[in-house]
């Protein structure tokens, strides 16, 4: 087993999940960020804390048995604490929340997301499922996470909606917002992890997934990255790496 027998999924939960460092607090959604989530405790950040938007705090990730949405009583097993969205959200605000998690159907070039509609606001195109708590967790967490596979018509240079505040126009834009901390810290894709430009905020390429060139990744973008002269290559991903995930999502046989 080697990277070229990673999934695109796979490569990317294990890419985020290497962000993920010890003794952090991560409010998680449900699906792709649990298992980024459960792939880091069992590595290097086996005291990293899981929070869900329905109340739960420090839950147990039992390979297998990852539940479905937060109100399921297997998001509750194990928890530190239950409490109600209400105070998760008061916690986010009040700044207690290293990580945020997101996914999009759009994200544009300064991190603005949309999970809300495409094409024209008044006649969309298509409707999705809005933001759910995305735009708490863009505006209140110290930082967040967006994953994502990586193609043109999710990375546009303008999103038809803004469903969850980026750094808007770039620049002190989310600041002058009234964002006065957070937002978007990491892109990760199935080719390449981004980031952002410290003062125009303009999103950049970092470093290129194994086995991908940088004319790949701007083919598969809708916007002109910020490209500095050297990119690095990420690690590619390792047979244990692979065997701990499949392990997580009920596919493999436990370590």
């Known amino acids: 087993m080697t990277d070229m027998d990673a999934l695109p999924d796979e490569i990317m939960t294990i890419t985020a999940s290497r962000i993920l460092d010890n003794g952090k607090v991560m409010?998680?959604?449900?699906?792709?960020p649990l298992l980024a989530a459960a792939l880091a405790r069992r590595r290097q950040a086996p005291d990293l804390t899981v929070i869900l938007e329905g109340g739960m705090v420090g839950i147990q990730l039992e390979p297998g048995q990852f539940p479905a949405s937060?109100?399921?009583?297997?998001?509750?097993?194990?928890?530190?604490?239950?409490?109600?969205?209400?105070?998760?959200?008061?916690m986010a605000q009040r700044g207690l929340f290293d990580y945020g998690f997101l996914g999009v159907a759009q994200i544009d070039a300064y991190g603005n997301?949309?999970?809300?509609?495409?094409?024209?606001?008044?006649q969309p195109d298509v409707r999705l499922p809005g933001p759910g708590g995305g735009n708490d967790i863009i505006s209140m967490c110290n930082e967040t996470l967006i994953v994502t596979n990586h193609e043109p018509r999710r990375f546009v240079e303008k999103v038809d909606f803004v469903t969850s505040p980026g750094y808007l126009s770039g620049g002190t834009a989310r600041a002058d917002a009234g964002l006065i901390f957070?937002?978007?810290?990491?892109?990760?894709t199935d080719l390449a992890l981004m980031?952002?430009?410290?003062?125009?905020?303009r999103m950049r390429l970092h470093s290129l997934q194994s086995g991908v060139s940088i004319e790949q990744v701007q083919v598969a973008t809708g916007f002109e990255?910020?490209?500095?002269?050297?990119?690095?290559?990420?690690?590619?991903?390792?047979?244990e790496e692979l065997k701990q995930l499949?392990?997580?999502?009920?596919?493999?046989?436990?370590?």
């Open 27 to 32: 409010f998680a959604g449900i699906g792709q």
């Open 70 to 90: 937060t109100n399921e009583m297997r998001a509750a097993v194990g928890a530190e604490m239950i409490t109600n969205a209400s105070d998760i959200f008061m």
């Open 113 to 122: 997301v949309n999970t809300s509609i495409i094409g024209d606001p008044k």
């Open 182 to 188: 957070g937002g978007p810290s990491w892109v990760v």
């Open 195 to 201: 980031d952002f430009d410290p003062k125009s905020h």
């Open 225 to 239: 990255l910020l490209v500095p002269e050297q990119v690095p290559t990420l690690a590619p991903v390792t047979i």
């Open 246 to 255: 499949r392990v997580l999502t009920g596919h493999g046989a436990d370590a």
